[in-house]
């Protein structure tokens, strides 16, 4: 048996939750662990005896992500598109292992070993699934508390101009909840993301998100004058949100912001699935004067018609497309077709998840405008952004 290690990862924000599947000789899924549930959003009695392929995107769905056959013994890290309980497509971390009984579990609160054949090894599962359904319940109280009081230790990452300097202060809205507990790490849409989705509360994140932006924008207006782009993403629930561009035009007629300064970003694999809601949503934004992006564009066939037809105004090019660009020759394809489509569309690009400076040239021989990632600046607190940095004219923020 060989064991599938599925880390839900978006490079330069932070590991995500971890969970291990192990699959049998013929391919089906033999045992999952509580942390599947967080991770892909099933059960583990949705998918046992069911075959992996069910779980993967097929090359339809997203060209770069490999057959299964091809990474089944390689035992290094690949980025694989899964097919989520929600519906939607996700892109996760996957090594794939031989499976070893007393190897540890990834669970989130300490490393335990699998349990040795008997009762005991009947018992230790059910006692592990009451455990993580008790911190999922702790876990969406300490969501709903979160949203309600307000306060969001928000973060935001640069992104830097490639061709015009003068472009001004560039970056984008990073959502985050205070730790569980006091002293653990603030948490990121990989920790609490599932959660929100699955329970219909990310309307009222993306809008508290919105909110508390923009009165952080109005309290400094050195920083509000000098934006070129602010970016903030936008949920499944949102794009479904008849009323969330009211919501943005009252909280931008009370701040008195320049609505050409802000751009909602729209993921590319929920507008496969909406694409009338977000023509909608793209419409009316910019009849508020706003902007708008498709995120994640790349890692399905279907996104490059909609990077094309959209009435977005930028193209944010998925991380899986810049994690292989200096070693996959298609990748760096895809990527240039995808700068064409912006070209020819009169769209702006964004290139996300630049790590190194191998990756910047590359992109920048493409013609890309603007880059993103730790290589620019790794994501800092939002309130720190308190006065412009003595000099934008890189148009980021250092």
Request: aromatic share 4%; with cysteine; net charge neutral.
């Amino acid at each position: 048996m060989n064991e599938l290690v599925i880390c839900r990862h978006r490079p330069g924000a932070g590991e995500g939750v971890t969970t291990v599947l192990t699959i049998d000789q013929d391919g089906n899924i033999a045992k999952t662990d509580p942390n599947l549930s967080l991770v892909l959003g099933y059960a583990g009695s949705d998918i046992k005896g069911h075959s992996l392929k069910l779980l993967i995107a097929s090359a339809e769905d997203n060209p770069l992500c490999p057959d299964y056959a091809s990474y089944h013994d390689s035992g290094r890290p690949l980025t694989v598109t899964f097919r989520h309980s929600g519906g939607q497509f996700m892109a996760a971390r996957v090594v794939v292992r031989k499976a070893t009984r007393n190897r540890p579990s990834p669970l989130a609160n300490g490393e335990a070993p699998f349990p040795a054949p008997g009762r005991a090894a009947r018992s230790r599962p059910r006692a592990a699934e009451r455990e993580d359904i008790a911190r999922t319940k702790a876990l969406l109280a300490h969501i709903r508390n979160s949203l309600a009081r307000g306060g969001l230790p928000l973060e935001f990452q640069a992104i830097q101009a490639m061709k015009h300097p003068d472009q001004g202060l560039c970056l984008e809205v990073l959502a985050r909840l205070r730790g569980l507990d006091q002293g653990d790490r603030d948490m990121t849409p990989e920790d609490f993301l599932p959660l929100i989705e699955r329970f219909e509360l990310s309307r009222r994140l993306d809008r508290q998100v919105i909110k508390q932006t923009l009165c952080h924008l109005y309290r400094h207006p050195e920083v509000a004058t000098s934006l070129g782009y602010c970016g903030f993403n936008l949920s499944r629930g949102s794009l479904q949100d008849d009323a969330l561009p009211a919501f943005i035009g009252q909280a931008l007629e009370k701040t008195g912001l320049d609505p050409a300064s802000l751009c909602f970003e729209i993921p590319a694999r929920h507008a496969v699935n909406l694409t009338a809601e977000c023509r909608q949503l793209c419409r009316m934004l910019r009849q508020l004067g706003c902007k708008t992006a498709l995120d994640g564009a790349g890692t399905s066939m279907e996104s490059y018609r909609l990077a094309g037809r959209l009435p977005v105004d930028y193209i944010k090019l998925a991380p899986e497309l810049m994690e292989g660009l200096h070693d996959e020759p298609t990748h760096l394809v895809m990527a240039e077709a995808l700068q064409r489509i912006a070209n020819t569309t009169g769209k702006v690009t964004i290139a996300t998840s630049i790590e190194n400076d191998i990756a910047r040239q590359r992109v920048q021989l493409l013609g890309v405008d603007f880059i993103q990632g730790r290589h620019v600046s790794a994501p800092r607190p939002l309130d720190e952004l308190t006065s412009v940095p003595g000099s934008h004219s890189t148009g980021a923020i250092a």
